[in-house]
């Protein structure tokens, strides 16, 4: 497995006479989507497409769900989802209320194996 990069121009924010530097980033070959992902479990899975598009289903509406109920959801060696609250910090707690709420995001941690996966990866210049 290769991670493809590009390779990009980017000044210095902070000193705008520094020359600019090259950078390597990822680039994406495209998108998979819900019915990629079944049509791939088809050709690896002994399921029928009915089974695949129910399984697919029910995670997509499982995750959420869970997570609306206070669960942090575990994918095996994946990775887990969480919801992350970010506020303003308040002096005391009666002032800690639900008003100094900025957001609630949604947080990825990636499993252990698919990060060595990852970080094992060999690297393939993207054809411009």
Avoid: H, W
């Amino acid at each position: 497995m290769s991670v493809r990069y590009r390779i990009v121009s980017r000044k210095n924010l902070r000193d705008l006479t520094a020359p600019a530097k090259y950078y390597l980033r990822e680039k994406s070959v495209g998108q998979i989507d819900r019915d990629y992902l079944i049509k791939d479990m088809l050709r690896y899975a002994s399921l029928t497409e009915e089974e695949a598009s129910a399984a697919i289903n029910y995670l997509f509406e499982a995750i959420p769900r869970f997570l609306k109920l206070g669960f942090n959801v575990k994918l095996g060696t994946l990775g887990s989802f969480r919801a992350i609250i970010s506020c303003e910090g308040s002096a005391t707690i009666e002032e800690a209320t639900t008003d100094k709420v900025k957001r609630i995001r949604l947080r990825f941690i990636c499993g252990k194996d698919l990060k060595e996966e990852i970080k094992t990866s060999s690297l393939e210049k993207f054809p411009e």
